[in-house]
């Protein structure tokens, strides 16, 4: 079955930027009615959507990230990335990537029915 | 800070049942966009346990349930076990993002 995996750092530095991968396994990330998602968690808080991308390249982001957030993706690789600059202690938190499914041309239905297992990044000098 | 409030703790004995309310407002549940469950088990990534409003992945039990009214939602077990000790957040749309609640525990007794 599909299979979602997160990698990256573990650590970054405070004004630098944060790169994190996710590598789809078991399913082609170009199969239709998916876009692909990261979200995060702050340590011991709730869940915020940073963005997602469609195999195609069309992106969408959260307006309170915009700024800082690029999605992209490496159909060759199965693969998905996030990039968020100027990063700051506030950004430290779980990063998990999700697998996003649609069943209305709107976008506001859609859901996150597949997830990574999360990885933990820390920003700290 | 989220706009979907749910209660922080809901506790129950085994076999009980309890509710999880998700309260929104007109630019999100209000709208009429639908409202999606998450269960977070300690340590664990969140895993979908609701779309929809009502509807339930394969696998997930039927103790689980959804419903929507206005411009909130409700998840609600039935037949409490151990097992359901966890996390859970309800998710929408809101204005060009999607919104996760507060976060409510269960806590089984």
């Known amino acids: 079955q599909v299979q979602l995996q997160e990698s990256g750092p573990g650590l970054v530095k405070p004004s630098q930027t944060l790169s994190l991968t996710c590598t789809v396994s078991?399913?082609?990330?170009?199969?239709?009615?998916?876009?692909w998602s990261w979200i995060r968690q702050h340590p011991g808080k709730g869940l915020e959507w940073i963005g997602y991308i469609h195999y195609s390249g069309s992106t969408d982001y959260n307006p309170s990230l915009r700024s800082r957030v690029i999605i992209s993706v490496d159909t060759s690789k199965n693969q998905f990335s996030l990039k968020l600059s100027s990063v700051t202690a506030a950004d430290t938190a779980v990063f998990y990537c999700?697998?996003?499914?649609?069943?209305?041309?709107?976008?506001?239905?859609?859901?996150?029915?597949?997830w990574g297992r999360g990885t933990l990044l820390t920003v700290s000098s | 800070q989220s706009v979907l409030t749910q209660p922080p703790s809901v506790s129950g004995a085994p076999g009980q049942r309890v509710t999880i309310s998700c309260t929104g407002s007109s630019s999100n549940i209000g709208a009429g966009y639908d409202v999606h469950w998450y269960q977070q088990l300690p340590g664990t990534a969140p895993k979908l346990l609701i779309y929809?409003?009502?509807n339930r992945p394969s696998g997930v039990p039927d103790r689980f349930s959804g419903s929507k009214s206005g411009a909130s939602a409700s998840l609600a077990i039935t037949g409490l076990q151990a097992e359901d000790e966890a996390d859970y957040y309800c998710?929408?749309?809101?204005?060009?993002?999607?919104?996760f609640g507060t976060g409510t525990k269960v806590t089984v007794l």
């Open positions: 998710q929408s749309y809101d204005i060009s993002l999607y919104v």
């Open positions: 999700a697998r996003t499914t649609y069943y209305y041309a709107n976008s506001a239905f859609r859901y996150f029915d597949l």
């Open positions: 078991g399913g082609s990330i170009s199969s239709g009615g998916y876009y």
């Open positions: 929809g409003n009502s």
